[in-house]
């Protein structure tokens, strides 16, 4: 069974640093994109970025140049570095793992940013 267990969230004021952690469990995942998505209230859930096997990131436009995705294979640990947080960037944030064609989610974590 895979689980994903997220640390490292909380609450910061504007333009500090926040970084989360995603620790996958029940196989191994060195050959699966992960990721991560957020999700604020009232809207839906988008994506914040991903990073394949390899170590190649993208991300989404409002957060490119902030943020960080990187990834420990040895440990199949992803993580996300938040810099220069902004208030809109208030959410619970869900870590991902590409599973043949669907995704297995973290329970989410919630990140709060004050101005």
């Known amino acids: 069974q895979v689980r994903l267990a997220e640390s490292g969230g909380g609450l910061v004021q504007a333009g500090g640093s926040l970084r989360l952690s995603c620790a996958a469990s029940?196989?191994?995942?060195?050959?699966?994109?992960m990721g991560w998505y957020r999700q604020a209230p009232g809207t839906q859930r988008e994506l914040v970025g991903s990073?394949?096997?390899?170590?190649?990131?993208n991300y989404a436009g409002s957060v490119k140049g902030r943020f960080t995705i990187t990834r420990d294979n040895a440990r199949d640990t992803v993580y996300l570095q938040m810099n220069n947080l902004k208030p809109e960037d208030t959410a619970v944030y869900y870590c991902?793992?590409?599973?043949?064609?669907?995704?297995?989610w973290g329970q989410g974590i919630q990140v709060t940013v004050s101005s």
């Open positions: 991902y793992v590409r599973i043949r064609l669907s995704n297995a």
């Open positions: 029940g196989s191994t995942f060195s050959t699966n994109a």
């Open positions: 990073i394949s096997s390899s170590g190649s990131a």
